[in-house]
C-alpha cells in the first residue's frame, strides 16, 4: 500500500529510479549481452546463467559502470596500444565523466558541488575540442562525429 501511495505522490521518482539509470546506461554498450564484471568476458560460455547475471555490469554500481565506460572510450579512440593521453582519448573519457555526472545530477539536484565539478568538466573538454579543432581538424571531424557533440562555434572564447 505504501509503494503505490508513493508512486501517485512522486511518480517521476519511482518510475525514474536508480536502478533503471544503471540499466539506461548498459544499454549504452554495443555488445549483445551484457558486458561482464572484473575481467570476466573470456569466462562467459563457461558460466552458468545465474553465475552471468550476478558478474553483468547489470548489477554494478554505478562506478564500475563508469570505469567500465571509460575503458571502453579508450579502446575505441586510442591510437596506439596504451595511449591514454592523446587529444581524442582525454575527450572521449571527459564525455563519459560528463554524462555520468548529469545522470548523478538529475537524481541529486541540489548537489551543487558536483555541478561546479560538470561546469569544470565541461570547460575542460570544451578547451580540448577547441585545441584539436586548431592542431588536427581532422581527427576533431571524427570525435565530434563518433561521439555526437555539437561542433564548436567560432564564437566561443
Request: aromatic letters at 4%.
Amino acid at each position: 500500500m505504501a509503494i503505490t501511495r508513493m508512486a501517485v505522490l512522486f511518480p517521476r521518482r519511482v518510475i525514474m529510479g536508480p536502478w533503471m539509470m544503471r540499466r539506461a546506461t548498459c544499454a549504452l554498450f554495443s555488445t549483445q549481452e551484457a558486458p561482464m564484471r572484473l575481467g570476466m568476458e573470456s569466462l562467459n560460455t563457461s558460466m552458468s546463467e545465474p553465475v552471468r547475471r550476478v558478474l553483468s555490469l547489470d548489477n554494478a554500481a554505478r562506478k564500475e559502470v563508469t570505469q567500465a565506460r571509460i575503458s571502453r572510450a579508450i579502446e575505441a579512440f586510442q591510437e596506439r596500444p596504451g595511449d591514454t593521453g592523446s587529444s581524442a582519448v582525454q575527450i572521449a573519457v571527459l564525455t563519459v565523466r560528463i554524462e555520468s555526472t548529469r545522470e548523478h545530477i538529475s537524481q541529486h539536484r541540489k548537489d551543487n558541488s558536483t555541478k561546479r565539478g560538470l561546469d569544470a568538466l565541461v570547460t575542460k573538454r570544451r578547451k580540448l575540442l577547441k585545441y584539436m579543432k586548431r592542431t588536427d581538424f581532422d581527427g576533431y571531424r571524427r570525435v565530434i562525429n563518433a561521439l555526437k557533440l555539437e561542433p564548436l562555434s567560432d564564437k566561443r572564447r
